[in-house]
């Protein structure tokens, strides 16, 4: 700085313009080279709570059970928490911290473990008017359901063969949404006589059952055909939803 003033008052030039220049200098050397208006992206924070019933269909592994948040057309959350079953009791509280500001739909959804969202139990559209700190009062959440036993088993697994998209489907058994209700409960297999389809209350005797859990049920194996796409957690939901009465909800 001693031998920019020495230069400065030896040049031809000074007066105003080396005193403007030296200002110039002086404020460069602060290190402040950030506009004093930047500030952090908003976000909003949000807490919910949710009680659960049939818990024994609660997702162990093959799925999982997530709180997310969604931006606009969207497919995959912006932000997520995965939900563990409660130890006691069948409430969980939860809460998503930093979600991002431009997401506009908050969902507990069922998932597949590479996050592809099966079957949404809970949706709620937020907004700017919603502020910084959301809280979602409590919400039943019912888990044995015909809904979700549609989607994450018969649209996933069977229709394909039991389903209008296959023409005539298969021993007359289809299992689309509209038609699957009608054509399971307490209806005679027409596959093997003297058996039920479905019967509620009672899973381990309508035929169902064994036909997803046991090589020898029909001539056609649908345990061997199914695979390692018939998982676990699919056959539990079957079970607790039969259990449960088998309830067209």
């Given at each position: 700085?001693?031998?920019?003033w020495t230069a400065l008052a030896k040049?031809?030039?000074?007066?105003?313009?080396?005193?403007?220049?030296?200002?110039?200098?002086?404020?460069?050397?602060?290190?402040?080279?950030?506009?004093?208006?930047?500030?952090?992206?908003?976000?909003?924070?949000?807490?919910?709570?949710?009680?659960?019933?049939?818990?024994?269909?609660f997702p162990s592994g093959d799925y999982?059970?997530?709180?997310?948040?969604?931006?606009?057309?969207?497919?995959?959350?912006?932000?997520?928490?995965?939900?563990?079953?409660?130890?006691?009791?069948?409430?969980?509280?939860?809460?998503?911290?930093?979600?991002?500001?431009?997401?506009?739909t908050i969902k507990l959804y069922l998932?597949?473990?590479?996050?592809?969202?099966?079957?949404?139990?809970?949706?709620?559209?937020?907004?700017?008017?919603?502020?910084?700190?959301?809280?979602?009062?409590?919400?039943?959440?019912?888990?044995?359901?015909?809904?979700?036993?549609?989607?994450?088993?018969?649209?996933?697994?069977?229709?394909?063969?039991?389903?209008?998209?296959?023409?005539?489907?298969?021993?007359?058994?289809?299992?689309?949404?509209?038609?699957?209700?009608?054509?399971?409960?307490?209806?005679?297999?027409?596959?093997?006589?003297?058996?039920?389809?479905?019967?509620?209350?009672?899973?381990?005797?309508?035929?169902?059952?064994?036909?997803?859990?046991?090589?020898?049920?029909?001539?056609?194996?649908?345990?061997?055909?199914?695979?390692?796409?018939?998982?676990?957690?699919?056959?539990?939901?079957?079970?607790?939803?039969?259990?449960?009465?088998?309830?067209?909800?």
């Amino acid at each position: 700085m001693k031998f920019l003033w020495t230069a400065l008052a030896k040049s031809p030039f000074w007066g105003l313009r080396g005193l403007f220049l030296l200002l110039v200098c002086i404020g460069c050397d602060s290190g402040d080279i950030y506009p004093d208006d930047i500030t952090e992206e908003e976000t909003v924070n949000l807490a919910a709570s949710f009680d659960f019933k049939g818990l024994e269909s609660f997702p162990s592994g093959d799925y999982n059970l997530i709180l997310g948040a969604f931006e606009n057309n969207k497919a995959a959350a912006v932000n997520y928490v995965r939900l563990s079953k409660p130890l006691t009791g069948t409430k969980v509280e939860v809460s998503l911290a930093n979600v991002s500001a431009e997401a506009e739909t908050i969902k507990l959804y069922l998932a597949t473990s590479s996050n592809q969202v099966v079957y949404t139990f809970y949706q709620r559209t937020i907004n700017s008017s919603s502020g910084n700190n959301i809280v979602i009062p409590e919400q039943k959440i019912h888990l044995s359901t015909l809904n979700r036993l549609q989607n994450q088993l018969f649209t996933r697994r069977c229709v394909s063969c039991h389903g209008t998209q296959a023409h005539e489907p298969s021993a007359g058994l289809d299992l689309g949404p509209e038609h699957c209700y009608a054509n399971l409960i307490n209806i005679a297999s027409t596959s093997k006589p003297g058996t039920i389809r479905v019967i509620p209350n009672d899973s381990e005797n309508s035929f169902i059952t064994h036909v997803l859990t046991e090589e020898s049920a029909l001539p056609f194996n649908h345990v061997q055909f199914l695979g390692a796409n018939l998982k676990e957690d699919d056959l539990t939901l079957l079970r607790e939803w039969i259990k449960d009465g088998a309830l067209n909800n």
